[in-house]
Structures are given as C-alpha cells and as structure tokens.
C-alpha cells in the first residue's frame, strides 16, 4: 500500500509527465486494493478525509463526472463541481 505525501502527489497529478512507470504501477496495485475492499462489501474509505476536490467536466449529466464524484465521496472528502443548477 502506498504511504502518501499528499503535497508531493498533488504535484505528480498536475502534469502527468511526472508519472513514472513505478508511480503508475503502485496506482494500480492501489486500485487493485480498492477494488477488493469494496468486492468485500466495504463502501467508505477515510484517504482524503479533510480535503476538498473540485471536479470540472464541461460536458453536464456524462457518466464519467458522476463516477469521478462517487470515487471522491466514496474516498472520504468533500466535491466542488461545476454544475449548473
């Protein structure tokens, strides 16, 4: 499991050009973990307990912003979108 630096990963986020092939595989074996946790039945983790993630899609009401929001409630923080109301 990988022991996050919140401050050094938002960084790696902002320009994917700093992912390393290492940083991908421990995402992945990171999901890979998820993925079993909610397979067992678990549906709130606390990982971002605290923060708030602003979600931008331009496209209103597509699968992929409703996903994106259901895996940051899920994760335990707070979303600011940009929906129309």
């Not at 606390?46 to 899609?57: I, P, V, Y």
């Not at 600011?80 to 109301?85: L, S």
Request: hydrophobic content about 40%.
């Amino acid at each position: 499991m990988i022991n996050w630096d919140m401050e050094k990963f938002k960084l790696r986020l902002i320009k994917a050009e700093l992912l390393t092939p290492s940083i991908v595989t421990e995402l992945l074996k990171e999901a890979e973990s998820f993925n079993q946790s909610l397979r067992a039945g678990v549906r709130h983790f606390d990982n971002l307990k605290g923060m708030t993630l602003c979600s931008l899609f331009y496209e209103e009401g597509t699968r992929t912003c409703f996903s994106f929001e259901r895996a940051v409630l899920l994760s335990g923080a707070n979303i600011i979108n940009n929906a129309n109301p």
